[in-house]
């Protein structure tokens, strides 16, 4: 880090990146301005007033496939209306034909077609009577000093004149065919390459100091988190400046090979860049393999793809370049989503970034489609979006470099502690025994508490059993004695239940009894009563406190119950009666709990007798 500190410390604003970028972005924006103006002194010194840059209205186009037309043919041609603007054809190996008419009473204009990318752009100008007055052949494939104005756009002068004046433009290239258009006077070519080589200017020199920066902390940390960063803030920087034609301008201006394949070439190179970068901010290795395993076989696709680009012509190469930048999108939002959901910080910083990069790419499109009115700002909104997504990068690469450095000083505070620790650990094993011992002790009881549960419950029913209900019976007995409060006892049996387990099988039975318990216990609301299975299909409720008549009451309710709902289980269906007794009495010391079970026995036996389905008090 200390080298770094170095070399970043001879810059006027010493260790500030900040500093730098705004150095470097100075520099570069100085240089492109400069270079303009070299390029405006072949401009005739007019004094027009400013604001005659328009697109070229009325286009009319003829394509032709096999290329060979020539001029003198395609004035016998009939022409297409171009119906929308830019006139954009996609990738054709057919040469394209466009013309339209002007009249220029005043000074001589300047046309642009606004796309460097173009291979093969020749211009012809010709007069009322078809004679031709200039050519210019121009594209991509001519050294840069060979252009009429060197600018990254083809621009051509056209001439001033009272009648009407014919322009031919016969496009042919193997990218993307668009040919944007417009007609300017001096000051308003002169104010917008100005404005626009201010704005490649900062953006490219921003891009390419961001990118050196990293590549220095990487050499002094060989943390490669930096160089794959390094390495995309680069290539993008290309990209844009390739497209801008400002690459062709400045870096390679003899090199028209090199310059017809540079972008597929560094459109796959920032594909292995970003890939590498994304899956290593956010570490998605420690968290998901196999999406590790896809992202690094993305990178090792598109390694390859930068060597057949090399040699590939570019319409071979630039649609598998565009399929497979698209998996390296979704694989790398696939990844920030992966680890967003997981909260890992790094990870919500590069979903800005890219969500930047989209609104930029948005408003450049909606700007280039009309619905948003064209501006400086407008027409350099997918360059803005790029240095935001970079800097956001940058953003995710420091915060995770300062989770990772919180994690080291909590592992040497860790360490430091470790001493301290070292000489409680004879007391803390004491007290750790301690609590072994009562945790084992509470689980003891626990453990008793469900073998008394299990002991006293019915296993079918899940109603206390007969052996609990002994108990209980003879404690709210001796209770209600001294508290002076009447008890009441509810024994109640299923009607014709040998019957039914003859007819219907012991499994519906059981089934029975358990529906049975289920409305015994829906209809009990206090937490003293109690129910109980008392034996067979024999059912008891203990109810403290109550008098015979609210003993009747709820014992209503469960005969209700039973009436009114059959007992079902999968295709049976059966309706069920019962038989209850009721029994209720004010104990007493000279009585025992015995008298009140054989009172409510008797009562039960009664309602049998009497012909079941029934209550007997």
């Given at each position: 880090?200390?080298?770094?500190?170095?070399?970043?410390?001879?810059?006027?604003?010493?260790?500030?990146?900040?500093?730098?970028?705004?150095?470097?972005a100075?520099?570069?924006?100085?240089?492109?301005?400069?270079?303009?103006?070299?390029?405006?002194?072949?401009?005739?010194?007019?004094?027009?007033?400013?604001?005659?840059?328009?697109?070229v209205?009325?286009?009319?186009?003829f394509?032709?496939?096999?290329?060979?037309?020539?001029?003198?043919?395609?004035?016998?041609?009939?022409?297409?209306?171009?119906?929308?603007?830019?006139?954009?054809?996609g990738?054709?190996?057919?040469?394209?034909?466009?013309?339209f008419?002007?009249?220029?009473?005043?000074?001589?204009?300047?046309?642009?077609?606004?796309?460097?990318?173009?291979?093969?752009?020749?211009?012809?100008?010709?007069?009322?009577?078809?004679?031709l007055?200039?050519?210019?052949?121009l594209?991509?494939?001519?050294?840069f000093?060979?252009?009429?104005?060197?600018?990254?756009?083809?621009?051509?002068?056209?001439?001033?004149?009272?009648?009407?004046?014919?322009?031919?433009?016969?496009?042919?290239?193997?990218?993307?065919?668009?040919?944007?258009?417009?007609?300017?006077?001096?000051?308003?070519?002169?104010?917008?390459?100005?404005?626009?080589?201010w704005?490649?200017g900062l953006?490219?020199?921003?891009m390419?100091?961001?990118?050196?920066?990293?590549?220095?902390?990487?050499?002094?940390?060989?943390?490669?988190?930096?160089?794959y960063f390094?390495?995309?803030s680069?290539?993008?920087?290309?990209?844009?400046?390739?497209?801008w034609?400002?690459?062709?301008?400045?870096?390679?201006?003899?090199?028209?090979?090199?310059?017809?394949?540079?972008?597929?070439?560094l459109?796959?190179?920032?594909?292995?860049?970003?890939?590498?970068?994304?899956?290593?901010?956010?570490?998605?290795?420690?968290?998901h393999?196999?999406?590790?395993?896809?992202?690094?076989?993305?990178?090792?696709?598109?390694?390859v793809m930068?060597?057949?680009?090399?040699?590939?012509?570019?319409?071979?190469?630039?649609?598998?370049?565009?399929?497979l930048?698209?998996?390296?999108?979704?694989?790398?939002?696939?990844?920030?989503?992966?680890?967003?959901?997981?909260?890992?910080?790094?990870?919500?910083?590069?979903?800005?970034?890219?969500?930047?990069?989209?609104?930029?790419?948005?408003?450049?499109?909606?700007?280039?489609?009309?619905?948003?009115n064209?501006?400086l700002?407008l027409?350099?909104?997918?360059?803005?979006?790029?240095?935001?997504?970079?800097?956001?990068?940058?953003?995710?690469?420091?915060?995770?470099?300062?989770?990772?450095?919180?994690?080291?000083?909590?592992?040497?505070?860790?360490?430091?502690?470790?001493?301290?620790?070292?000489?409680?650990?004879?007391?803390?094993?004491?007290?750790?025994?301690?609590?072994?011992?009562?945790?084992?002790?509470?689980e003891?009881?626990?453990a008793?508490?469900?073998?008394?549960?299990?002991?006293?419950?019915?296993?079918?029913?899940?109603?206390?059993?007969?052996?609990?209900?002994?108990?209980?019976?003879?404690?709210e007995?001796?209770?209600?004695?001294?508290e002076?409060?009447?008890?009441?006892l509810?024994?109640?049996?299923?009607?014709?239940?040998?019957?039914?387990?003859?007819?219907?099988?012991?499994?519906?039975?059981?089934?029975?009894?358990?529906?049975?318990?289920?409305?015994?216990?829906?209809?009990?609301?206090?937490?003293?009563?109690m129910?109980?299975?008392?034996?067979?299909?024999?059912?008891?409720?203990?109810?403290?406190?109550?008098?015979?008549?609210?003993?009747?009451?709820?014992?209503?309710?469960?005969?209700?119950?039973?009436?009114?709902?059959?007992?079902?289980?999968?295709?049976?269906?059966?309706?069920?009666?019962?038989?209850?007794?009721?029994?209720?009495?004010?104990?007493n010391?000279?009585?025992?709990y015995?008298?009140?079970?054989?009172?409510?026995?008797?009562?039960?036996?009664?309602?049998?007798?009497?012909?079941?389905?029934?209550?007997?008090?």
């Open positions: 880090m200390r080298k770094v500190q170095a070399l970043v410390a001879v810059l006027p604003f010493g260790t500030s990146l900040l500093g730098a970028l705004f150095v470097s100075l520099f570069f924006s100085t240089l492109l301005l400069s270079t303009t103006a070299i390029a405006s002194t072949v401009l005739y010194e007019h004094r027009l007033p400013p604001g005659f840059g328009q697109i209205p009325d286009v009319s186009y394509l032709d496939p096999s290329g060979d037309t020539s001029l003198d043919d395609v004035l016998k041609r009939s022409f297409e209306k171009v119906r929308e603007y830019p006139p954009q054809f990738y054709t190996d057919a040469a394209v034909w466009l013309t008419k002007y009249r220029n009473p005043g000074d001589i204009v300047w046309l642009s077609v606004n796309y460097p990318m173009l291979d093969d752009v020749q211009i012809f100008i010709l007069d009322e009577h078809q004679n007055l200039s050519a210019y052949p594209g991509d494939r001519l050294n000093i060979e252009r009429v104005l060197l600018r990254p756009e083809f621009t051509v002068p056209l001439p001033a004149s009272e009648s009407p004046i014919s322009v031919y433009l016969r496009v042919q290239s193997g990218s993307s065919l668009e040919v944007p258009m417009t007609i300017s006077e001096d000051v308003v070519l002169r104010q917008t390459m100005e404005s626009s080589a704005i490649q953006f490219f020199g921003a390419v100091m961001l990118g050196l920066y990293h590549i220095l902390i990487f050499l002094s940390s060989g943390d490669r988190s930096y160089l390094g390495g995309l680069l290539t993008m920087a290309l990209i844009q400046a390739t497209l034609g400002r690459s062709y301008q400045f870096l390679w201006p003899e090199s028209p090979g090199w310059n017809d394949i540079a972008v597929s070439v459109i796959n190179a920032s594909n292995f860049f970003g890939v590498l970068y994304i899956a290593k901010v956010v570490k998605i290795c420690e968290s393999r196999w999406i590790n395993i896809a992202a690094m076989t993305l990178a090792i696709t598109s390694a930068v060597g057949l680009s090399l040699y590939l012509p570019y319409a071979d190469v630039i649609y598998p370049t565009l399929l930048s698209m998996m390296t999108f979704i694989t790398g939002a696939t990844i920030v989503i992966v680890r967003m959901r997981r909260g890992y910080p790094p990870a919500f910083a590069v979903f800005v970034a890219g969500l930047m990069y989209t609104l930029g790419s948005a408003s450049y499109i909606l700007g280039k489609l009309g619905v948003f064209n501006s700002l027409d350099n909104a997918l360059a803005l979006g790029q240095l935001l997504q970079v800097l956001l990068f940058a953003f995710a690469l420091s915060v995770r470099m300062a989770m990772d450095k919180e994690l080291r000083e909590r592992a040497q505070r860790d360490t430091a502690h470790a001493q301290a620790l070292l000489l409680e650990t004879e007391r803390e094993q004491n007290m750790r025994l301690d609590q072994e011992v009562k945790a084992r002790t509470q003891l009881r626990e008793n508490a469900r073998l008394e549960k299990i002991s006293t419950t019915d296993s079918l029913t899940g109603l206390y059993n007969r052996r609990h209900f002994d108990e209980v019976l003879e404690r007995y001796e209770r209600g004695a001294r002076g409060k009447s008890l009441s509810i024994m109640l049996d299923l009607d014709y239940f040998k019957n039914l387990n003859d007819s219907q099988g012991h499994t519906f039975g059981d089934e029975a009894l358990r529906q049975t318990a289920l409305r015994i216990q829906d209809v009990l609301n206090r937490p003293a009563d129910a109980f299975r008392y034996g067979g299909e024999e059912f008891v409720i203990l109810l403290p406190d109550t008098e015979a008549s609210a003993a009747h009451i709820l014992a209503r309710q469960i005969w209700t119950a039973m009436r009114s709902e059959p007992v079902v289980m999968k295709q049976q269906t059966v309706r069920l009666t019962i038989s209850i007794g009721i029994a209720a009495t004010m104990p010391k000279e009585n025992s015995y008298t009140l079970l054989k009172r409510a026995d008797e009562k039960l036996y009664q309602a049998k007798n009497e012909g079941r389905d029934r209550i007997c008090i």
